[in-house]
């Protein structure tokens, strides 16, 4: 692939009355690992809903907005380009977790969860017809993610980190050409959250192209190396991660003191 996977030029997004994205210009090559950082209300997430198309930027003949050199794709054929796990997807395939649904659930299993990417659904319903192919397809990926345990057991008695990896499954199961991920640890557990990661890097390594959308370093796996800074729905700052993620850049981004570590290729702040 030549086209970038993201071309994004002076686009401009309103939320309500709020310019949620301002001029926004970004690019991002096929094939690359990187990473989004800003804090709340930068318009991290207002991006990721551009880019599937659930908000339109304003029209200006000045303004591009392609994903792989087009600039446009049905919703269909685009999520089984872009593989995007964001909070909304996130909490749209998790909430049959509740003690409420738990009381009288409708039986969505691991494998189901993962399946269901084929037909953009929450769970495997009736009237989905179901090949061979996917079937085969669905248990490659939860060999792959070493989640097979997983597979048999209801969504329902599953932990938030062991929902969110089959979440991430789900996005898998068309090969995309990259696997955006939009704050997948918010409210885990350390355990969980690095399992989350290591699963990342793996999906990494084997040559999936990631963009991470975050505003918590330790999701920055080492295999990323181009950080992109948002504030106020512009990218103030983009490169190598050894210059960017410096205690005076994230500082500046964050308005207020913050010192930078990093051990074993990933960062950490306090």
């Not at 086209?3 to 090559?29: F, H, K, M, Q």
């Not at 990187?34 to 303004?63: F, H």
């Not at 789900?170 to 959250?193: F, G, K």
Request: proline share 4%; aromatic share 4%.
């Amino acid at each position: 692939m030549t086209d970038p996977l993201i071309e994004c030029r002076n686009i401009t997004v309103y939320r309500g009355d709020t310019r949620a994205l301002d001029g926004l210009t970004l690019s991002i090559a096929a094939g690359e690992h990187v990473a989004i950082l800003g804090p709340n209300g930068c318009g991290k997430s207002t991006l990721i809903k551009t880019l599937t198309r659930e908000c339109y930027p304003v029209v200006d003949p000045a303004s591009v907005l392609r994903i792989m050199g087009r600039d446009r794709w049905s919703v269909v054929e685009l999520r089984a380009m872009l593989g995007i796990v964001s909070q909304d997807l996130i909490a749209e395939c998790t909430r049959g977790m509740s003690s409420d649904f738990a009381e009288h659930p409708r039986r969505v299993t691991g494998r189901d969860t993962v399946l269901s990417g084929f037909f953009s659904s929450v769970g495997v319903w009736r009237h989905h017809v179901v090949t061979p192919e996917m079937e085969r397809k669905t248990d490659e990926i939860l060999t792959r993610l070493e989640i097979t345990h997983l597979a048999d057991r209801p969504l329902h008695e599953l932990s938030s980190g062991e929902a969110r990896r089959l979440v991430i499954g789900r996005a898998l199961v068309h090969d995309p050409a990259a696997l955006v991920l939009d704050e997948v640890t918010n409210s885990l557990d350390l355990r969980a959250a690095h399992q989350l990661r290591e699963m990342t890097r793996a999906i990494a390594q084997a040559g999936t192209a990631l963009v991470v959308v975050t505003h918590h370093l330790p999701e920055i796996i080492p295999e990323i190396d181009r950080i992109v800074l948002m504030k106020g729905g512009r990218a103030v700052d983009d490169g190598p991660k050894a210059r960017v993620l410096t205690s005076a850049s994230l500082s500046a981004l964050f308005e207020m003191r913050i010192d930078v570590g990093e051990r074993d290729g990933l960062f950490y702040a306090w």
